[in-house]
């Protein structure tokens, strides 16, 4: 015997005035589906901007003295001859370089120091102290001239590469400190409690559990220490008289009088300049980007 099967039950009718949800009626377009012009003209656009004063920069430091040529055709090297040995770049690099390695590693020792002491440690004043590193942050580096001039004139250092060091990495501490306060809290507190059971000391756990997870907070702190202390004018202004002792950024200046301005020799400095900081955040661009981003996890 054939038996029919009982027709599916219809769906119940919407109550009336119910409408889908907003969500459902328009189709957000995914990454994939948008139109790769309206990516790559933003960033055309973005980049052609960004690279004419470089280009403006090279073609002026490229061709010849006196030249109006678009193009750096043909191609000289004189003004970067010119600035390196006439002008002594030469000095001013080294006392550059020297400047930002000691800042770079007088500062990344003091904040890591002082950034471990915040992160593991409880004491009383302790949130005043992370409210007054904050707020040095608004204080101008101008402002500071004036005493730590008076300082260093107290302890003869006038004139010594020790003070524009010592002054930047003053200057630098409290964000640094911050930033690798933030970035150990971000370390569990269990993997040195281990290395304790394990007979290891406060200071060899540090050095064997810890330390090795801060090298992309290290790598962030000292290179914007670098940076910062390669392209800082005032304290090496103010702090040393002697060409010998200068750096670039006061160099650069020299360069430019108010008579006139040797827009060669400037823009071969400028690259001079620029070079090494370019390549430092060419290597360590990988690291700089996920320390900065671990050390504003916490706080």
């Known amino acids: ?32 589906e948008v139109p790769r012009w309206q990516i790559y003209l933003p960033l055309g656009v973005y980049l052609v901007f960004t690279l004419i004063p470089f280009y403006w920069i090279l073609l002026f430091a490229l061709r010849p003295a006196g030249s109006t040529s678009l193009v750096p055709w043909p191609m000289t090297f004189e003004h970067f001859e010119k600035v ?13 370089v020297y400047v930002g390695l000691a800042t770079l590693v007088m500062t990344t020792l003091v904040a890591l120091a002082g950034g471990y002491a915040l992160a593991r440690f409880d004491f ?15 204080v101008p580096g101008a402002l500071l001239l004036v005493p730590l001039f ?9 004139n010594s590469l020790g003070s524009v060091i010592i002054a930047e990495t003053v200057f630098q501490l ?12 971000n ?35 000292g290179s914007f220490a670098f940076v910062h202390s390669w392209n800082h004018f005032l304290f090496a202004l103010m702090f040393l008289n002697n060409q010998e002792k200068q750096t670039i950024p006061v160099g650069l200046n020299t360069l430019m009088s108010a008579d006139s301005v040797d827009l060669g020799a400037l823009a071969a400095g400028g690259i001079i300049a ?4 370019v ?21």
């Open 1 to 32: 015997m054939i038996t029919k099967e009982a027709p599916a039950p219809a769906p119940a009718p919407a109550p009336a005035g119910h409408e889908p949800p907003r969500h459902a009626k328009k189709h957000r377009p995914a990454w994939d």
């Open 84 to 96: 390196w040995t006439d002008r002594s770049f030469g000095t001013y690099f080294e006392n550059s």
């Open 124 to 138: 009383k004043i302790k949130r005043a102290f992370m409210l007054a590193l904050l707020c040095s942050q608004f």
């Open 150 to 158: 008076e300082i260093f004139a107290e302890l003869q250092m006038i």
């Open 174 to 185: 409290p964000l640094s400190m911050i930033l690798i306060s933030n970035f150990i809290k």
């Open 187 to 221: 370390v569990p507190y269990s993997l040195e409690e281990a290395a304790w059971v394990d007979g290891c000391g406060r200071f060899r756990a540090f050095l064997v559990v810890v330390l090795p997870l801060l090298r992309p907070g290290l790598i962030a702190v």
């Open 274 to 277: 620029a070079v090494p900081v």
């Open 279 to 299: 390549l430092v955040f060419a290597f360590i661009q990988k690291w700089l980007i996920t320390g900065f981003s671990a050390g504003a996890v916490k706080g």
